[in-house]
């Protein structure tokens, strides 16, 4: 069965960083990819960053870029977001989700599936 469980959510101060982790169990990170995306209250899902299945390219969103990293380690079958710079405008509910289709379109989160529950980022000073 597939899973994903996020986790390292948190509050933090403009500026500061955090890291987020997205535990996937039932299948390979050389299978599918995986996506982050966030949504904040009131606003639509934001695909924000993805790393390919296989070879491991990475995307990230224009609003994200320099800031936050995607990376994964195939031996803990994880996948984490890096954050930095944290800006109250990254507030938000962040996601992690399945690319079975191996395009790592972010920006389309409806290519993704087995989304996991979520994990609230608060940026506040």
């Known amino acids: 069965q597939v899973r994903l469980v996020e986790s390292g959510g948190g509050s933090v101060q403009p500026g500061g960083s955090l890291r987020l982790s997205c535990a996937a169990s039932?299948?390979?990170?050389?299978?599918?990819?995986i996506g982050w995306f966030r949504q904040a209250p009131g606003k639509e899902r934001e695909g924000i960053s993805c790393?390919?299945?296989?070879?491991?390219?990475?995307y990230a969103a224009d609003s994200v870029r320099g800031r936050f990293t995607i990376s994964r380690d195939k031996t803990k079958n994880t996948v984490y977001l890096q954050m930095n710079s944290l800006k109250p405008a990254d507030t938000a509910v962040y996601y992690c989700?399945?690319?079975?289709?191996?395009?790592?379109?972010?920006?389309?989160?409806?290519?993704?599936?087995?989304w996991g529950q979520g994990t609230q980022v608060t940026v506040s000073s």
């Open positions: 989700a399945v690319d079975r289709l191996g395009r790592c379109w972010y920006q389309q989160y409806k290519d993704f599936d087995s």
């Open positions: 039932g299948f390979s990170l050389d299978d599918y990819g």
């Open positions: 790393v390919r299945r296989n070879d491991g390219s990475t």
